[in-house]
Nanobody, 124 residues
């Protein structure tokens, strides 16, 4: 059983930066993807970014590309999301998700492992 634990988040003004981290515990296969989703009040959960653990592949949603950077550390079974140039529309609960994929996917329903979420609030 894989468990995911997020850390980071908080409140920042528009244009600021925040970092999120997610650590996995339990058996993590070599073909394991860890990613981030977010959900704003009244909206559906949307995919943000993902990285293949132990690999170089990273994936970004268009609305964060160029502002967010995801990195992974296979030894620590951890991913970090650096969020720069934050906008008020980036506000939401951010969830770490994991799955055994050879290539990371964007569909939340395909991820069986989830963290509890961490709040990110960007004020204008």
């Amino acid at each position: 059983q894989v468990k995911l634990a997020e850390s980071g988040g908080g409140s920042v003004e528009a244009g600021g930066s925040l970092d999120l981290s997610c650590a996995a515990s339990g058996v993590v296969a070599s073909s394991f993807c860890m990613g981030w989703f977010r959900q704003a009040p009244g909206k559906e959960r949307e995919w943000v970014a993902a990285a293949q653990i132990g690999g170089e592949a990273t994936y970004y949603a268009d609305y964060v590309k160029g502002r967010f950077i995801i990195s992974q550390d296979s030894a620590k079974k951890m991913v970090t999301l650096q969020m720069n140039s934050l906008k008020p529309e980036d506000t939401g609960m951010y969830y770490c998700a994991g799955a055994r994929f050879f290539r990371c996917e964007r569909d939340a329903s395909r991820y069986p492992y989830w963290g509890q979420g961490t709040q990110v609030t960007v004020s204008s």
